[in-house]
Nanobody
Framework: QVQLVESGGGLVQPGGSLRLSCAASGVIFGINDMGWYRQAPGKQRELVAS???????NYADSVKGRFTISRDNAKNTVYLQMNSLNPEDTAVYYC?????????????????WGQGTQVTVSS
């Protein structure tokens, strides 16, 4: 069983910074894309940023220039550095990973979510 465990959320003032981490554990034969999503109250979950196994990144327009996604493949970990935070960034942030797992003798892919970490930007 694969688990994604997030950390680093919290309360921060407008203009401040936070760094989120998400570590994947379990029987893993590799991870393809990893990403961060967020869901604010009353809104749908949206993609914040994603990164491929080769390091290609993709960002939502609302966070470009402020957030940076990175990963450490040796540690099966993805990070999200968030700078210049504003109240509109307040949400629960979820980690997502497309993981290669072994099903019997066949290598397959499964998608996993973390439990979510709250980020609140408020003065």
């Amino acid at each position: 069983q694969v688990q994604l465990v997030e950390s680093g959320g919290g309360l921060v003032q407008p203009g401040g910074s936070l760094r989120l981490s998400c570590a994947a554990s379990g029987v893993i034969f590799g991870i393809n894309d990893m990403g961060w999503y967020r869901q604010a109250p009353g809104k749908q979950r949206e993609l914040v940023a994603s990164i491929s196994s080769g390091g290609t990144t993709n960002y939502a327009d609302s966070v470009k220039g402020r957030f940076t996604i990175s990963r450490d493949n040796a540690k099966n970990t993805v990070y999200l550095q968030m700078n210049s935070l504003n109240p509109e960034d307040t949400a629960v942030y979820y980690c997502n990973a497309d993981v290669r797992v072994l099903r019997g003798i066949v290598l397959d892919r499964s998608n996993y979510w973390g439990q979510g970490t709250q980020v609140t930007v408020s003065s």
